[in-house]
Protein backbone atom coordinates (compact mmCIF):
# COMPACT_ATOMS: atom_id res chain seq x y z
CA UNK A 1 0.00 0.00 0.00
CA UNK A 2 0.95 3.48 -0.83
CA UNK A 3 0.34 6.32 0.62
CA UNK A 4 0.22 9.79 -0.94
CA UNK A 5 0.03 13.40 0.70
CA UNK A 6 -3.51 14.55 0.43
CA UNK A 7 -3.35 18.04 -1.68
CA UNK A 8 -1.25 20.75 -0.07
CA UNK A 9 -1.42 19.39 2.99
CA UNK A 10 1.55 16.97 5.30
CA UNK A 11 -1.15 14.25 6.01
CA UNK A 12 -0.43 10.61 4.11
CA UNK A 13 -3.51 8.92 3.30
CA UNK A 14 -3.05 4.92 1.75
CA UNK A 15 -4.22 5.18 -2.00
CA UNK A 16 -7.02 3.06 -1.04
CA UNK A 17 -9.70 4.24 0.94
CA UNK A 18 -12.66 2.47 2.75
CA UNK A 19 -15.82 3.76 2.03
CA UNK A 20 -18.70 2.81 4.16
CA UNK A 21 -21.98 3.14 1.83
CA UNK A 22 -22.80 -0.85 1.83
CA UNK A 23 -22.86 -0.11 6.15
CA UNK A 24 -26.07 -0.21 8.14
CA UNK A 25 -28.98 -0.29 5.35
CA UNK A 26 -31.60 1.87 6.41
CA UNK A 27 -34.26 3.90 4.37
CA UNK A 28 -33.05 4.65 1.02
CA UNK A 29 -29.51 3.01 1.73
CA UNK A 30 -31.20 -0.54 1.29
CA UNK A 31 -30.52 -0.35 -2.55
CA UNK A 32 -26.31 0.55 -1.23
CA UNK A 33 -25.64 -2.17 1.10
CA UNK A 34 -27.20 -3.38 4.80
CA UNK A 35 -24.29 -5.16 6.41
CA UNK A 36 -24.51 -5.49 10.07
CA UNK A 37 -21.64 -4.92 12.48
CA UNK A 38 -20.05 -8.34 12.19
CA UNK A 39 -19.25 -7.66 9.00
CA UNK A 40 -18.59 -3.96 9.12
CA UNK A 41 -15.78 -4.91 11.97
CA UNK A 42 -14.79 -7.65 9.61
CA UNK A 43 -14.31 -5.22 6.54
CA UNK A 44 -12.24 -2.62 8.32
CA UNK A 45 -10.46 -5.41 9.96
CA UNK A 46 -8.99 -6.77 6.79
CA UNK A 47 -8.64 -3.00 5.31
CA UNK A 48 -6.37 -1.97 8.15
CA UNK A 49 -4.49 -4.64 8.00
CA UNK A 50 -4.15 -4.40 4.21
CA UNK A 51 -2.58 -1.14 5.27
CA UNK A 52 -5.59 0.95 4.68
CA UNK A 53 -5.31 4.40 7.15
CA UNK A 54 -7.93 6.22 5.82
CA UNK A 55 -12.00 5.44 6.05
CA UNK A 56 -14.43 8.08 4.30
CA UNK A 57 -18.11 8.05 5.76
CA UNK A 58 -20.90 11.07 6.02
CA UNK A 59 -23.72 11.76 8.12
CA UNK A 60 -26.92 10.81 5.26
CA UNK A 61 -25.23 7.22 4.90
CA UNK A 62 -28.14 5.07 6.37
CA UNK A 63 -29.00 8.00 8.33
CA UNK A 64 -26.48 8.11 10.15
CA UNK A 65 -25.79 4.20 11.08
CA UNK A 66 -22.51 4.32 8.99
CA UNK A 67 -20.93 6.81 11.37
CA UNK A 68 -22.41 4.97 14.27
CA UNK A 69 -20.84 1.42 12.83
CA UNK A 70 -17.74 2.90 11.73
CA UNK A 71 -16.86 4.35 15.17
CA UNK A 72 -18.43 1.21 16.63
CA UNK A 73 -15.87 -1.00 14.63
CA UNK A 74 -12.70 1.16 15.17
CA UNK A 75 -13.68 0.85 19.09
CA UNK A 76 -14.27 -2.95 18.72
CA UNK A 77 -10.98 -3.59 16.81
CA UNK A 78 -8.81 -2.01 19.74
CA UNK A 79 -7.86 0.38 16.48
CA UNK A 80 -5.69 3.74 18.15
CA UNK A 81 -7.77 6.83 17.23
CA UNK A 82 -4.95 8.56 15.88
CA UNK A 83 -3.38 5.29 13.46
CA UNK A 84 -6.34 5.60 11.38
CA UNK A 85 -8.33 9.07 9.23
CA UNK A 86 -11.68 9.23 8.96
CA UNK A 87 -13.44 11.45 7.23
CA UNK A 88 -17.49 12.66 6.95
CA UNK A 89 -19.74 14.94 5.61
CA UNK A 90 -22.41 17.25 6.01
CA UNK A 91 -25.07 19.32 3.69
CA UNK A 92 -27.74 16.21 2.83
CA UNK A 93 -31.39 16.27 4.45
CA UNK A 94 -31.26 15.41 8.45
CA UNK A 95 -34.62 15.33 9.71
CA UNK A 96 -37.79 17.73 8.25
CA UNK A 97 -36.96 20.61 10.36
CA UNK A 98 -36.57 24.10 8.10
CA UNK A 99 -33.38 23.86 8.80
CA UNK A 100 -32.60 20.03 8.68
CA UNK A 101 -30.27 20.06 5.66
CA UNK A 102 -27.80 22.61 3.80
CA UNK A 103 -24.39 24.29 4.71
CA UNK A 104 -26.06 26.73 6.58
CA UNK A 105 -23.83 28.12 10.29
CA UNK A 106 -26.48 26.84 11.93
CA UNK A 107 -27.09 23.14 10.38
CA UNK A 108 -22.57 22.53 10.11
CA UNK A 109 -22.45 23.43 13.95
CA UNK A 110 -25.16 21.18 14.58
CA UNK A 111 -24.11 18.09 12.53
CA UNK A 112 -20.32 18.11 13.38
CA UNK A 113 -21.51 17.83 17.27
CA UNK A 114 -24.40 15.19 15.94
CA UNK A 115 -21.32 13.24 13.56
CA UNK A 116 -18.81 13.60 16.99
CA UNK A 117 -21.28 11.95 19.03
CA UNK A 118 -21.69 8.91 16.23
CA UNK A 119 -18.06 8.13 15.38
CA UNK A 120 -17.76 8.83 19.07
CA UNK A 121 -14.55 10.89 18.72
CA UNK A 122 -13.08 14.05 19.88
CA UNK A 123 -11.89 14.88 16.11
CA UNK A 124 -12.91 14.82 12.44
CA UNK A 125 -9.82 14.49 10.46
CA UNK A 126 -11.49 15.72 6.95
CA UNK A 127 -14.98 17.24 7.29
CA UNK A 128 -16.09 17.96 3.95
CA UNK A 129 -19.44 19.43 2.49
CA UNK A 130 -21.32 16.91 0.80
CA UNK A 131 -22.44 19.42 -2.35
CA UNK A 132 -23.63 23.09 -2.73
CA UNK A 133 -26.50 24.92 -1.24
CA UNK A 134 -27.86 27.54 -3.25
CA UNK A 135 -29.50 29.13 -0.47
CA UNK A 136 -26.27 29.48 1.96
CA UNK A 137 -23.69 32.04 0.70
CA UNK A 138 -20.02 30.20 0.26
CA UNK A 139 -18.81 32.84 3.07
CA UNK A 140 -20.63 31.87 5.50
CA UNK A 141 -20.01 27.92 5.02
CA UNK A 142 -16.19 28.64 5.00
CA UNK A 143 -16.22 30.71 7.52
CA UNK A 144 -18.13 28.28 9.65
CA UNK A 145 -15.55 25.13 8.58
CA UNK A 146 -12.63 27.84 9.66
CA UNK A 147 -14.21 28.04 13.24
CA UNK A 148 -14.47 24.42 13.55
CA UNK A 149 -11.12 23.64 12.23
CA UNK A 150 -9.45 26.74 14.65
CA UNK A 151 -11.67 24.97 17.78
CA UNK A 152 -10.01 21.40 17.06
CA UNK A 153 -12.85 19.39 16.15
CA UNK A 154 -12.34 19.04 12.70
CA UNK A 155 -8.42 18.87 11.48
CA UNK A 156 -8.91 19.88 7.28
CA UNK A 157 -11.92 20.27 5.08
CA UNK A 158 -12.73 19.32 2.09
CA UNK A 159 -15.46 19.54 -0.39
CA UNK A 160 -17.55 17.16 -3.05
CA UNK A 161 -20.02 16.79 -6.02
CA UNK A 162 -18.97 20.79 -6.76
CA UNK A 163 -18.49 22.75 -9.93
CA UNK A 164 -15.20 24.03 -11.09
CA UNK A 165 -16.41 27.65 -10.18
CA UNK A 166 -18.08 27.03 -7.11
CA UNK A 167 -14.52 24.99 -5.98
CA UNK A 168 -12.46 28.45 -7.15
CA UNK A 169 -15.04 30.78 -5.66
CA UNK A 170 -14.32 28.97 -2.05
CA UNK A 171 -10.44 28.66 -2.24
CA UNK A 172 -10.55 32.38 -3.43
CA UNK A 173 -12.30 33.28 -0.35
CA UNK A 174 -10.19 31.39 1.98
CA UNK A 175 -6.92 32.69 0.23
CA UNK A 176 -8.30 36.22 0.64
CA UNK A 177 -8.81 36.08 4.30
CA UNK A 178 -6.17 33.46 5.67
CA UNK A 179 -9.29 31.21 6.19
CA UNK A 180 -8.85 26.94 6.19
CA UNK A 181 -9.41 26.28 2.64
CA UNK A 182 -10.57 23.13 0.86
CA UNK A 183 -7.76 20.46 0.89
CA UNK A 184 -9.30 17.92 -1.20
CA UNK A 185 -12.39 17.25 -3.49
CA UNK A 186 -14.27 13.87 -3.50
CA UNK A 187 -15.77 13.62 -6.83
CA UNK A 188 -17.06 10.97 -9.20
CA UNK A 189 -13.71 9.72 -11.75
CA UNK A 190 -13.43 6.38 -13.54
CA UNK A 191 -12.88 4.65 -16.91
CA UNK A 192 -16.42 5.12 -17.90
CA UNK A 193 -16.41 8.82 -16.77
CA UNK A 194 -13.71 10.89 -17.46
CA UNK A 195 -15.97 14.31 -17.32
CA UNK A 196 -13.89 15.65 -14.42
CA UNK A 197 -10.82 15.80 -16.75
CA UNK A 198 -12.68 18.66 -18.81
CA UNK A 199 -11.94 21.55 -16.04
CA UNK A 200 -11.91 19.95 -12.66
CA UNK A 201 -8.73 18.43 -12.86
CA UNK A 202 -6.78 21.19 -14.04
CA UNK A 203 -8.29 23.01 -11.30
CA UNK A 204 -7.12 20.79 -9.06
CA UNK A 205 -3.49 20.43 -10.11
CA UNK A 206 -2.92 24.00 -10.70
CA UNK A 207 -4.43 24.52 -6.86
CA UNK A 208 -2.68 21.48 -5.58
CA UNK A 209 -6.04 20.25 -4.11
CA UNK A 210 -6.45 16.57 -3.72
CA UNK A 211 -8.62 14.13 -5.03
CA UNK A 212 -11.01 11.85 -3.55
CA UNK A 213 -12.86 8.90 -6.13
CA UNK A 214 -16.11 8.20 -5.51
CA UNK A 215 -17.66 5.44 -7.43
CA UNK A 216 -14.76 4.36 -9.29
CA UNK A 217 -16.21 1.25 -10.65
CA UNK A 218 -19.47 3.77 -12.00
CA UNK A 219 -21.39 2.59 -9.97
CA UNK A 220 -20.74 -1.19 -10.17
CA UNK A 221 -21.18 -1.35 -14.43
CA UNK A 222 -17.30 -1.75 -14.39
CA UNK A 223 -17.38 -4.77 -11.87
CA UNK A 224 -17.18 -7.35 -14.30
CA UNK A 225 -21.13 -8.65 -14.08
CA UNK A 226 -22.50 -6.47 -16.86
CA UNK A 227 -21.94 -7.68 -20.53
CA UNK A 228 -23.38 -5.96 -23.65
CA UNK A 229 -25.99 -8.00 -25.21
CA UNK A 230 -26.74 -9.90 -22.21
CA UNK A 231 -30.86 -10.05 -22.23
CA UNK A 232 -31.93 -10.99 -17.90
CA UNK A 233 -30.45 -12.71 -15.36
CA UNK A 234 -27.98 -9.71 -14.31
CA UNK A 235 -26.85 -8.79 -10.94
CA UNK A 236 -25.76 -6.16 -8.61
CA UNK A 237 -26.31 -2.84 -7.34
CA UNK A 238 -27.41 -1.00 -10.95
CA UNK A 239 -30.35 -3.43 -11.21
CA UNK A 240 -31.94 -1.81 -8.43
CA UNK A 241 -30.26 1.57 -8.25
CA UNK A 242 -28.90 2.43 -12.02
CA UNK A 243 -26.38 5.08 -10.99
CA UNK A 244 -24.34 7.36 -11.85
CA UNK A 245 -25.64 7.70 -15.21
CA UNK A 246 -22.81 7.03 -18.03
CA UNK A 247 -22.64 6.16 -21.91
CA UNK A 248 -23.20 2.65 -21.30
CA UNK A 249 -22.38 1.91 -25.22
CA UNK A 250 -18.97 3.50 -24.41
CA UNK A 251 -18.84 1.29 -20.88
CA UNK A 252 -19.70 -1.89 -22.78
CA UNK A 253 -16.70 -0.69 -25.07
CA UNK A 254 -14.36 -0.43 -22.46
CA UNK A 255 -15.36 -3.53 -20.61
CA UNK A 256 -14.25 -5.26 -24.18
CA UNK A 257 -10.79 -3.39 -23.75
CA UNK A 258 -10.42 -4.07 -20.39
CA UNK A 259 -11.40 -8.27 -20.81
CA UNK A 260 -7.97 -9.36 -22.55
CA UNK A 261 -6.13 -7.34 -20.26
CA UNK A 262 -7.50 -8.82 -17.35
CA UNK A 263 -7.11 -12.11 -18.88
CA UNK A 264 -3.56 -11.60 -19.77
CA UNK A 265 -2.58 -10.34 -15.68
CA UNK A 266 -4.97 -13.22 -14.39
CA UNK A 267 -6.76 -10.29 -12.79
CA UNK A 268 -10.35 -8.69 -12.53
CA UNK A 269 -11.90 -6.03 -14.88
CA UNK A 270 -12.53 -4.12 -11.60
CA UNK A 271 -8.92 -4.36 -10.43
CA UNK A 272 -7.64 -3.40 -13.99
CA UNK A 273 -10.53 -0.63 -13.51
CA UNK A 274 -9.30 0.60 -9.97
CA UNK A 275 -5.19 0.39 -10.80
CA UNK A 276 -6.15 2.86 -14.15
CA UNK A 277 -7.22 5.43 -11.38
CA UNK A 278 -4.32 4.77 -9.49
CA UNK A 279 -1.75 5.42 -12.23
CA UNK A 280 -3.57 8.87 -12.88
CA UNK A 281 -1.23 11.30 -10.93
CA UNK A 282 -4.16 13.69 -9.84
CA UNK A 283 -5.68 10.67 -7.67
CA UNK A 284 -5.21 11.29 -4.02
CA UNK A 285 -6.87 8.38 -3.30
CA UNK A 286 -9.51 5.57 -4.60
CA UNK A 287 -12.53 5.04 -2.15
CA UNK A 288 -13.57 1.15 -2.71
CA UNK A 289 -17.25 -0.25 -0.97
CA UNK A 290 -17.90 -4.06 -0.58
CA UNK A 291 -20.61 -6.14 0.43
CA UNK A 292 -18.97 -8.68 0.52
CA UNK A 293 -15.28 -9.72 1.69
CA UNK A 294 -14.51 -11.08 -1.68
CA UNK A 295 -15.27 -7.86 -3.24
CA UNK A 296 -12.45 -6.34 -0.81
CA UNK A 297 -10.40 -9.04 -1.41
CA UNK A 298 -10.33 -8.35 -5.04
CA UNK A 299 -10.24 -4.39 -4.63
CA UNK A 300 -7.27 -4.51 -2.37
CA UNK A 301 -5.57 -6.69 -5.59
CA UNK A 302 -5.42 -3.28 -7.40
CA UNK A 303 -2.36 -1.84 -5.57
CA UNK A 304 0.09 -5.11 -7.72
CA UNK A 305 -1.41 -3.84 -10.67
CA UNK A 306 0.70 -2.53 -13.36
CA UNK A 307 0.24 -1.46 -17.36
CA UNK A 308 2.45 -1.36 -20.14
CA UNK A 309 2.56 2.34 -21.88
CA UNK A 310 0.68 0.31 -24.98
CA UNK A 311 -2.31 -0.97 -22.71
CA UNK A 312 -2.70 2.26 -21.25
CA UNK A 313 -2.96 3.73 -24.44
CA UNK A 314 -5.35 1.54 -25.90
CA UNK A 315 -7.54 2.30 -22.10
CA UNK A 316 -7.31 5.48 -22.90
CA UNK A 317 -8.52 5.41 -26.29
CA UNK A 318 -11.57 3.26 -25.68
CA UNK A 319 -12.89 5.83 -22.88
CA UNK A 320 -11.42 9.36 -24.02
CA UNK A 321 -13.89 12.26 -23.73
CA UNK A 322 -15.40 13.40 -27.14
CA UNK A 323 -14.08 16.72 -27.98
CA UNK A 324 -15.33 19.59 -26.48
CA UNK A 325 -15.20 23.77 -26.56
CA UNK A 326 -12.92 25.20 -25.49
CA UNK A 327 -10.51 22.01 -24.73
CA UNK A 328 -10.41 21.80 -28.33
CA UNK A 329 -9.57 25.28 -29.40
CA UNK A 330 -6.76 25.81 -26.28
CA UNK A 331 -5.06 22.02 -27.10
CA UNK A 332 -5.08 23.82 -30.78
CA UNK A 333 -3.67 27.32 -29.76
CA UNK A 334 -1.85 25.81 -27.32
CA UNK A 335 0.09 23.49 -29.03
CA UNK A 336 3.05 25.71 -28.89
CA UNK A 337 3.45 26.32 -25.84
CA UNK A 338 3.71 23.23 -23.83
CA UNK A 339 5.35 22.24 -20.39
CA UNK A 340 8.12 19.85 -21.38
Known amino acids: MKYNLLGNTGLKVSQLCLGTMTFGGKGFWTAIGTLDQK ?20 NVYSE ?13 LGINRDSVVIATKARGKMNDLPNGSGLSRKHILHEVEESLRRLNVDYI ?46 LDYSNFHRLAKFVSLQAYYTLAGRDLERE ?9 VGLMVWSPLAGGFLSGKYKRN ?10 NFDFPPIDKERAYDIIEALEPIAKQKNTSIAGLALAWLLHQKVVSTVIIGANKMEQLDDNLKAVDITFTPDELKKLDAVSKLPSEYPGWMLERQGADRKRS
Open 230 to 239: TSGGQEGRRV
Open 125 to 170: DLYQIHGYDELTPIEETIDTLDTLVKSGKVRYTGCSNLASWQIMKA
Open 39 to 58: SVDDLVKKSIESGINFIDTA
Open 64 to 76: GLSEEMTGKAIRN
Open 200 to 208: IIPLLKDQN
